[in-house]
């Protein structure tokens, strides 16, 4: 498949370089995946992770989504962080801070028990991160229960937002505050399960996981 990913709206928020993608994928937790299937277009969040410079995507072996990613359909997957709200001194100026990622070509099925066990380990230390060493291993059935899609990261277009109110020249001499409102991700006090059966406190590195 060839896509032409180049920008086309605002073609100077356009990033090419390697450190824009990490940065994105470094905090991504959801990603947006878009396929037609029988002529209606479908778009779904999913679990992501970067992992040996492709995108790992994490589903049930009964989603019809995985099940159109396994047959090589064609897909658009895009990945959003949004870092605050631009408050301009009119509506029409006001916008997002925000760093995007979107990627074009065709899901690689993982198969093989092996690298589908790494990638489900890569997916666990993204998500979760120190959990892993605590855990029971996943059994043979859990794996083959799951469905792990790679997806190629070498068509991309990375567009980030990140300036300042650009407001018209007559507007300046509004008395209206203008200015950046930042946005980050925050996690709340760990709430222990119900059937949790022994006095147990939440491990330090839980209450201590990076923001988003």
């Known amino acids: 498949m060839t896509i032409e990913n180049k920008l086309r709206r605002s073609p100077h928020k356009e990033r090419s370089d390697f450190a824009a993608r990490e940065a994105i994928l470094k905090r991504a937790i959801v990603a947006h995946v878009g396929i037609t299937i029988d002529e209606q277009p479908y778009v779904l969040p ?23 990613l396994a047959s090589g359909t064609p897909a658009c997957v895009t990945i959003t962080l949004v870092d605050g709200l631009v408050l301009a001194r009119s509506t029409f100026h006001s916008s997002m801070h925000y760093q995007s990622l979107m990627a ?3 899901g690689r099925e993982l198969i093989e028990l092996d690298e589908k066990r790494l990638a489900l380990q890569a997916l666990s230390d993204h998500l979760f991160p120190h959990r892993r060493a605590e855990l ?10 799951t469905s792990v899609v ?8 990375i567009k980030v937002s990140d300036g300042q109110p650009k407001d018209d020249k007559e507007d300046l001499e509004a008395q209206i505050w203008a200015g950046i409102l930042p946005m980050q991700t925050i996690y709340g006090n760990p709430i222990p399960a119900e059937d949790l059966k022994f006095d147990l406190t939440a491990p330090e590195y839980i209450k201590n996981w990076p923001l988003r």
């Open 150 to 157: 790679s997806f190629p990261l070498d068509q991309i277009t």
């Open 136 to 145: 029971r291993k996943s059994t043979e059935q859990e794996i083959k229960a």
């Open 104 to 106: 074009f070509g065709h």
């Open 46 to 68: 999913v679990l992501c992770a970067p992992h040996n410079n492709e995108l790992l995507l994490h589903g049930s072996t009964a989603s019809r989504l995985f099940k159109a």
